[in-house]
């Protein structure tokens, strides 16, 4: 059944139907939503909910409940993001599967509650130390947000590895219908990795009987986010194969995309889109159809183009691409073909210049 709902709650709510039993967290802007919903939703499916004192509190605790075995997720925002940045490369280290959700807002620093996507560079190349990498997920939509939130839990258990949901203040704070996902139910008990209260002499001979020493550590790192790399792109193409101008966006951005396509080709001009559904893994194999392009432009409500360069790397650095950046004054899609036709008319530079 449909029904119309806050982005933010649409996705609290497909967490739980997920099986997610704990969430630990500090409110701010634009996530707060998350917090006050489950603090309701949680307790009546016998689940837990906990407010910390600070956002680095609240990741040490998923990380404790991931141990468990239990689905696991906090949200956060900018400067909240940041804070976690530590607990997350710890889970990543202990190959641990939580989800967490980042609703992206503007600036650095404090910055302010206005959308904007900046946390990319920081999500997608990752805010902690060390050799690790969070899957990515971008919805475009609350129906997809809410669909995502189902698919991360089940890949960070698949691949034991935090899992980042990408939204941002549009998104996360406008009402559109919804049909949630089935309840299901989750076995924290289900896996030989997870933490057990005391285990029989049974589990444990079975337990130890598995358990291998990595001759190896680097490869075997290396291997994972390879086969994680090769099995987990996902993106949507929106007329590439004959487009001369393709557009490369994400989240909110991606809509006013669409919008400049359809607009774009009721003018004759050979515009497509490449929407990345997934960060990390950034698409690659999406650039493969778009053998007549000219350039690719990457359209971001942020100041600086970020993606700019995982769109050059994914195309081979064959073409030029170009940035369409905004931020605090979001672009329409009248604005998209305007800067079109500068790029058309040779009035614009290339962030990254191609080969060709």
């Not at 040490?60 to 239990?70: I, K, L, P």
């Not at 980042?102 to 990319?120: H, P, W």
């Not at 009721?266 to 350039?295: D, H, M, W």
Request: hydrophobic residues 35%; aromatic residues 10%.
């Amino acid at each position: 059944m449909r029904q119309l709902m806050k982005g933010n709650d649409a996705i609290a709510e497909a967490a739980v139907r997920a099986g997610m039993r704990f969430f630990s967290g500090y409110p701010i802007t634009p996530q707060t939503e998350i917090l006050e919903y489950l603090s309701k939703r949680l307790p009546e499916v016998g689940g837990t909910f906990v407010q910390t004192e600070s956002e680095i509190s609240g990741i040490s605790m998923v990380y404790g409940a991931a141990a468990t075995g239990f689905r696991t997720m906090t949200s956060s925002s900018g400067p909240g993001f940041s804070l976690l940045q530590e607990g997350i490369s710890y889970i990543a280290s202990a190959e641990l599967p939580c989800v967490i959700v980042d609703v992206m807002r503007y600036g650095t620093g404090l910055g302010d509650i206005f959308q904007a996507q900046g946390d990319y560079l920081q999500v997608v190349k990752n805010g902690g130390h060390g050799d690790y990498r969070c899957l990515v997920y971008a919805p475009s939509s609350v129906q997809e947000a809410a669909d995502l939130m189902t698919l991360a839990f089940d890949k960070a258990e698949e691949h034991r590895n935090p899992v980042i949901l990408l939204s941002d203040a549009s998104i996360s704070q406008m009402m559109e219908p919804v049909e949630l996902p089935e309840m299901r139910e989750h076995d924290p008990d289900q896996y030989q990795w997870s933490l057990k209260g005391r285990r029989s002499p049974e589990d444990f001979r079975r337990v130890t009987s598995n358990m291998y020493y990595i001759d190896n550590y680097d490869r075997y790192i290396q291997e994972k986010y390879q086969r994680i790399e090769e099995q987990e792109q996902r993106w949507q193409a929106v007329e590439t194969e004959d487009a001369e101008y393709v557009l490369v966006a994400y989240g909110i951005s991606s809509r006013i995309c669409k919008e400049a396509v359809r607009l774009g080709r009721s003018q004759g001009i050979k515009l497509g889109l490449i929407r990345p559904i997934t960060l990390y893994p950034y698409p690659v194999k999406a650039f493969e159809t778009c053998r007549n392009a000219k350039c690719f432009i990457s359209c971001e409500l942020t100041p600086l183009a970020q993606m700019a360069e995982d769109v050059a790397l994914a195309e081979g650095m064959r073409k030029d691409v170009y940035a369409i950046t905004g931020g605090m004054e979001v672009f329409d899609s009248k604005d998209i073909l305007d800067e079109v036709a500068r790029i058309a008319a040779g009035e614009k530079k290339a962030v990254y210049k191609g080969n060709d």
